[in-house]
């Protein structure tokens, strides 16, 4: 039987149904420019029953799972991304016990300044400069932690992740019992023309104190040389088991150790900076007793019965397998896609919890992996889009030739969060619209990930039903 002109149903895929031409009346005089200044508008479904095109739209199936990426990079790396080290522990119902801990080397500032034979070490203080990150409770709450030496010696020219490893000594050399205003933090993160500084200071051992005291000598090359220096003092590990909260820190010129001393009565000091050193978040979670307790595989399709996850840090994506699209236009090859919208609906609300936004999607190759461009032949594949995707590196160092979806030529696509419609919505349709002309291969793979904040500078999370996971496309075809 032929399909009715009001309602066509492609089955087991979508549920396509027409849509006005009223509502769609400018683009379908745009249509009518491209097809034919001269053409009748009869003949594009304006007017009479013999309509020669129709603007449709489907709204297509999208399975999904949840992948555990590998290596996500959580080192500080270059003046342009977010420098952050995070530390702290949450306990949190969908995604476990997370707990963070910064790992930092530090170096001696001046090597060429001598002090007196006869100065006397006085005290070693460790300040640093809090970021104003934070994810858990709100409000005013009691944070405490504890600073160790490293016992793994770290190298400048390795990358760390996330589950990198970095031991240190079980005795502190340091503590602290603070609080933290999460709700001032998050009003001082907000206001980007605010210069507040919010810094801690902890009074580190004095055998420690004592010993980088002892090792200030400009003629010595065990001091001078950073190589051989941190063969001595590997550097530090920042530890909270308080379980509520993690915080970022900035590593910047405001975060240092110094070493006082004095001469007679002439006071001063020496500097040990974490800029110039290598530094990272070390994260791990502990999910056994949530949904995601059989996740125990990186690069493994996991399919819980009704949620999908997203969680920074840790390296949580959701999967989309857009394979519905290729269907579409297999099934209906003379078409123009007018629009695409990808949303993700029904989202809890936010309370205290920090979600990603907006978020980005990143090409995935067969081996659930993001996608990187290895070959020449992967290099001409990706130009054949023409900016219609663009390399991962305006999202993360991480991704530096990991195509990703655009919204046009120099700007990624993004989903974006409404807390007042609660969804997550974007619209994809360029980076579609070259799919369909590049169909003779497919790209059905896709991760959603997190933009912002960076994926491995923060522990923002979002939890979604799966249902809740639109595709719709409009798009116009003949009426045939």
């Known amino acids: 039987m032929k399909p009715s002109k ?3 149903t492609i089955p087991n895929r979508s549920i396509i149904s027409i849509r006005s031409w009223w509502v769609n009346a400018p683009l379908l005089f745009l249509l009518a420019f491209l097809f034919s200044c001269d053409e009748d508008l009869n003949r594009l479904g304006f007017r009479g029953e013999d309509q020669q095109f129709k603007v449709y739209f489907a709204d297509l199936p999208v399975p999904s799972s949840v992948l555990w990426m590998d290596s996500v990079r959580t080192m500080n790396y270059t003046s342009v991304e977010t420098n952050r080290l ?19 080397q ?9 002090i007196p034979n006869d100065a006397v070490y006085d005290s070693a203080i460790l ?28 190298s400048f020219y390795d990358q760390y992740f996330a589950n990198s490893t970095a031991n240190y000594v079980a005795t502190p050399i340091g503590s602290l019992a603070t609080t933290i205003d999460a709700d001032y933090f998050t009003k001082e993160a907000e206001d980007t023309d605010a210069d507040s500084t919010v810094l801690a200071k902890i009074y580190l051992d ?8 002892n090792f200030i000598n400009p003629e010595d090359e065990n ?9 001595e003092f590997k550097g530090l590990a920042f530890v909270s088991n308080v379980t509520d909260k993690v915080v970022g820190i900035n590593t910047g010129v405001t975060s240092y150790i110094r070493v006082y001393y004095h001469t007679g009565e002439t006071s001063n000091y020496q500097t040990y900076q974490f800029t110039t050193g290598a530094a990272f978040s070390k994260i791990s979670s502990d999910r056994s007793s949530t949904e995601l307790s059989g996740l125990t595989q990186y690069h493994t399709d996991f399919e819980p019965a009704s949620n999908r996850y997203i969680q920074s840090g840790m390296g949580l994506v959701t999967k989309l397998d857009i394979s519905a699209f290729y269907d579409l236009i297999e099934d209906y090859q003379n078409v123009i896609i007018n629009s695409v919208e990808l949303s993700i609906n029904n989202v809890p609300t936010q309370g205290t919890k920090k979600y990603p936004t907006p978020l980005a999607l990143v090409m995935l190759d067969e081996d659930n992996k993001f996608k990187k461009l290895k070959t020449k032949q992967d290099t001409t594949d990706y130009q054949a889009f023409k900016n219609k995707v663009i390399l991962g590196s305006y999202i993360s160092f991480d991704l530096p030739t990991a195509p ?10 993004s989903l974006t969060y409404s807390s007042t419609n ?3 919505v974007g619209y994809p349709t360029l980076a579609f619209q070259q799919l369909y002309a590049l169909r003779e291969k497919r790209y059905p793979y896709w991760a959603i990930l997190p933009q912002s904040p960076a994926f491995a500078k923060s522990l923002n999370q979002l939890v979604f039903s799966k249902d809740d996971l639109k595709l719709r496309v409009y798009y116009t075809r003949p009426n045939n």
């Open 6 to 8: 009001k309602t066509i």
């Open 86 to 104: 995070l530390f702290g522990s949450y306990s949190d119902p969908y995604f476990g016990d997370v707990q963070s801990v910064a790992v930092a």
């Open 106 to 114: 530090f170096r001696p500032t001046l090597v060429t300044t001598f």
């Open 127 to 154: 300040q640093f400069q809090y970021d104003f990150y934070h994810y858990g409770s709100a409000g005013l709450s009691d944070f405490s932690f504890t600073v160790h030496e490293l016992s793994t010696e770290l």
């Open 206 to 213: 004095n055998n420690f104190g004592q010993r980088l005291f």
């Open 223 to 231: 001091f001078t040389n950073f190589q051989l220096f941190k063969k």
């Open 404 to 413: 990703c979806m655009a919204s046009d030529g120099s700007n990624l696509f």
């Open 422 to 424: 609660n969804k997550y």
